[in-house]
């Protein structure tokens, strides 16, 4: 079964650092979608990505998001000043196929001090 | 109102119990509904989707979808100690560029041997 891979696991870092979340995709796929989840809140939408445009961006996809795509199979997320509240599981996502399902990434965990 | 409400937890039951799951929506322009497994720090995995209103099943699993009454349900069968994870219902609107997934909160069940 095809799967999303998102590196690293985890991530630690300090208040105002720029963090990149990486992710490669299922192959093959135009849609493309960063989600975040703070400990015991829902998943929360961040940015779609739709051929190579950032599509649609909900309110927390502030100035300080940015999604690249800087070759043909991996996408990334960068933080560019990372506060407190950022501290989250991070998830990237592909449509699953005609069961109109997400396939999720096993996520990002940052972690912010 | 939340646009997706999901019963609160967390929910404890003996090995071979029925579970139900219940989600409530406000925005009658939802169309497909889902049903995520979510493992302590792991990505939402999809268990079931649906488009229509109505029953189905997928071994244990039944999701129930009742558009009239902009709710959905996940049943599960003979509970087995491995359906102890987190539920997440979600819901999209079309299956174009912008089909954002919009999650309930999420339910804790804990099946016990």
């Known amino acids: 079964e095809p799967e999303v891979t998102q590196t690293p696991s985890h991530q630690v870092t300090q208040m105002g650092q720029e963090v990149i979340l990486r992710c490669v995709p299922i192959s093959n796929h135009l849609y493309f979608y960063w989600y975040r989840q703070i400990l015991g809140q829902k998943v929360e939408f961040l940015v779609s990505?739709?051929?190579?445009?950032?599509?649609?961006k909900s309110e927390i996809f502030d100035d300080q998001f940015s999604v690249e795509r800087p070759d043909g199979s991996n996408f990334t997320l960068k933080i560019r000043s990372t506060k407190l509240e950022d501290s989250a599981m991070y998830f990237c996502?592909?449509?699953?196929?005609?069961?109109?399902?997400?396939?999720f990434g096993s996520g990002t965990r940052l972690t912010v001090v | 109102q939340k646009e997706v409400e999901q019963d609160p937890g967390p929910l404890s039951v003996p090995e071979g119990a029925i579970v139900s799951l219940n989600c409530t929506y406000s925005?009658?322009?939802?169309?497909?509904f889902m049903w995520y497994r979510q493992y302590s720090r792991k990505g939402p995995e999809l268990l079931m989707y649906?488009?229509?209103?109505g029953n189905k099943e997928d071994g244990r699993f039944t999701a129930q979808v009742d558009k009239s009454s902009k709710y959905i349900s996940l049943f599960i069968r003979d509970s087995q100690p491995s359906d102890s994870a987190t539920y997440l219902c979600?819901?999209?609107?079309?299956?174009?560029?912008?089909?954002?997934?919009?999650f309930g909160k999420g339910i804790t069940l804990s099946v016990r041997p």
């Open positions: 979600a819901m999209i609107l079309n299956t174009g560029a912008n089909s954002k997934l919009t």
């Open positions: 996502a592909n449509p699953a196929g005609p069961s109109y399902g997400y396939t």
């Open positions: 925005n009658s322009a939802f169309q497909y």
């Open positions: 990505f739709y051929n190579n445009e950032i599509s649609e």
């Open positions: 649906t488009y229509s209103s």
